[in-house]
């Protein structure tokens, strides 16, 4: 099983940067996709950016568009999220999530298309 950890979140400033990491477990990260998803109180589960296996693709959503940088080390099993120029709207649960092995390059932007979550962790931007 694959595991996936989130970690970097806090209290920022609005226009502050934080940089969100996520630690995978098992030997197939590498071959999967992998995604940020975010998730306010009351509101659905919102895909943030997205990253195909090798790195090849990337997704954003209009929200966050040349604000923030979804990127991976395989080497290293982590997938980071760089948030700049953070807003209050920004404020969140980050989840952490990556499919099954795929050989496909495209990148799953829904949630039902992803097979491991991590924990959460929160980012809180203040005004």
């Known amino acids: 099983q694959v595991q996936l950890i989130e970690s970097g979140g806090g209290l920022v400033q609005a226009g502050d940067s934080v940089r969100l990491s996520c630690a995978a477990s098992?030997?197939?990260?590498?071959?999967?996709?992998a995604a940020w998803f975010r998730q306010a109180p009351g509101k659905e589960r919102e895909v943030v950016a997205a990253i195909s296996r090798g790195g090849v693709s990337t997704y954003y959503a209009d929200s966050v568009k040349g604000r923030f940088t979804i990127s991976r080390d395989n080497a290293k099993n982590m997938v980071y999220l760089q948030m700049n120029s953070l807003k209050p709207e920004d404020t969140a649960v980050y989840y952490c999530a990556c499919t099954t092995p795929t050989t496909s390059y495209r990148t799953p932007r829904s949630h039902s298309e992803y097979d491991y979550w991590g924990q959460g962790t929160q980012v809180t931007v203040s005004s």
């Open positions: 098992g030997r197939t990260f590498s071959s999967a996709a």
